[in-house]
């Protein structure tokens, strides 16, 4: 079988904007590099189900989120002053778009029209008292995704704070609950366990571990139950942690690091859902800013942003360790892998 994956990138050196890829699972290779549209940095991306593609643009020195048809071609943007977004997520149910704006610290919902464009319907910014690391100077939204119960949640690296909302069907956004972890920790990404979905994993770029959390659904807030490092006991060097992804059958979870150049692969009690280190397997290049599963969850395929290059793993099912396959695939400052599965239309 023939995937087709979805490649975001910077463009400060090479590379051009959005690339496509193709991976054989019958040959175990990544192969086709092309450029799909020129754009200016589409570091984060996602598609609806009809195939429209939402990712990071910025056009004349305005930030924002661009919509494209599934032939990558151009609908419309929405900018406005001041740095692009960091993460996109959409919303089947409400039809809407959601944004992340480290820069601004701001939360950005939008609604997906009638062809497939967008605009802006609300924008949050963060307010409170930030963290003591050196990256956090203010709020730093980083994530915005859906609850199990479609609640927006919400990571900020600067405030140390996961907030929940709630969104209303024209995408205005009321504030329910907000989560404070440990000062220092910079909430990055998060991910629902796919069976239980009242369990998450949240993943602290600056102090490199992975939190398992449990979601009330009845208040929409989070409790930690465990606190577990991302990397080898030996190590004192820098190291950002970046993309956090949970197999289909909710069994393990993986996590890259940004300097230890590695991803680390988590063994999920099936007790409780606390999590074990099971491996930790050199991503075969620098930095390592994002990867994902194939639909199978028989392969992960990673971006190393510094090294321009993809890495391929078969990932056994059983004990869910991950094996090498192919390194070295060229993709010029890729910092987003999307395994195209929405319709074809």
Do not use: W
Request: hydrophobic fraction near 30%; glycine fraction near 8%; aromatic fraction near 10%.
């Amino acid at each position: 079988m023939v995937e087709k994956i979805i490649l975001g990138t910077y463009t400060r050196r090479v590379s051009e904007g959005i690339y496509t890829i193709e991976l054989d699972t019958e040959k175990e290779e990544l192969t086709g590099l092309k450029l799909a549209t020129k754009e200016n940095s589409p570091t984060y991306l996602a598609k609806s189900e009809a195939g429209y593609l939402y990712n990071v643009t910025s056009i004349d020195g305005l930030g924002g989120i661009g919509a494209y048809d599934p032939n990558f071609h151009f609908l419309n943007a929405v900018t406005e002053s001041g740095a692009p977004l960091c993460y996109v997520a959409v919303d089947e149910v409400r039809q809407l778009v959601y944004g992340a704006n480290y820069h601004k610290g701001e939360v950005n919902v939008y609604r997906i029209l009638d062809n497939g464009g967008l605009e802006a319907t609300d924008a949050v910014f963060h307010q409170e008292e930030t963290g003591p690391h050196k990256n956090q100077d203010h709020a730093h939204v980083h994530y915005t995704d859906l609850t199990p119960d479609n609640r927006l949640v919400v990571c900020d690296l600067g405030t140390d704070r996961v907030y929940t909302y709630d969104v209303s069907n024209e995408g205005k956004l009321s504030l329910i609950s907000e989560f404070v972890v440990d000062p220092g920790t910079g909430p990055r990404h998060l991910v629902f366990h796919p069976i239980n979905k009242t369990i998450a994993y949240l993943f602290g770029e600056l102090d490199s571990t992975v939190r398992v959390l449990t979601y009330n659904k009845e208040q929409g807030t989070f409790e930690e139950k465990q606190k577990i490092s991302t990397l080898p006991e030996n190590f004192n060097e820098e190291n950002g942690g970046a993309a956090i992804r949970v197999s289909k059958d909710g069994r393990f979870v993986y996590a890259s690091n940004r300097g230890h150049n590695s991803i680390a692969v988590f063994a999920v009690s099936e007790k409780d859902q606390t999590l074990e280190c099971i491996q930790i397997i050199a991503t075969e290049g620098d930095f390592p800013r994002d990867f994902a599963l194939s639909p199978d969850n028989n392969y992960i395929v990673c971006a190393n942003q510094n090294s321009d290059n993809l890495t391929l793993y078969y990932r056994h099912e059983n004990t869910g360790l991950l094996e090498l396959r192919q390194k070295d695939i060229y993709a010029p400052e890729c910092v987003c892998v999307y395994f195209d599965r929405s319709i074809e239309k």
